[in-house]
């Protein structure tokens, strides 16, 4: 089965920008479609972002318009830019499957936005 680690984390400014990758352990190609998903302290993991096989995308609306999903499938490869960061996107970020049965979960990367 496919595995899925992320990176890209930090502590960043609010206004600031990071770029999180999900690398995979083998061809994503044939993987409809996958997310990027976010848990902060005391909250439920919540859809942040998701691409299809075919590059439709979708956006939670507390993320339009400031992150954009994209997919190297030649890299295997899953990437969330990540712009005009605000406090409230502190969260631990995760990737996986967005159809069908996930994966096991990563550990998932560390955003922190704060001044």
């Known amino acids: 089965q496919v595995q899925l680690v992320e990176s890209g984390g930090g502590l960043v400014q609010p206004g600031g920008s990071l770029r999180l990758s999900c690398a995979a352990s083998r061809s994503i190609s044939s993987i409809y479609a996958l997310g990027w998903y976010r848990q902060a302290p005391g909250k439920q993991r919540e859809v942040v972002a998701t691409i299809t096989r075919g590059d439709t995308k979708n956006y939670n609306d507390f993320v339009k318009g400031r992150f954009t999903i994209s997919r190297d499938n030649a890299k295997n490869t899953m990437y969330l830019q990540m712009n005009n960061l605000k406090p409230e996107d502190t969260a631990v970020y995760y990737c996986?499957?967005?159809?069908?049965?996930?994966?096991?979960w990563g550990q998932g990367t560390q955003v922190t936005v704060s001044s």
């Open positions: 996986n499957k967005a159809s069908g049965t996930p994966i096991a």
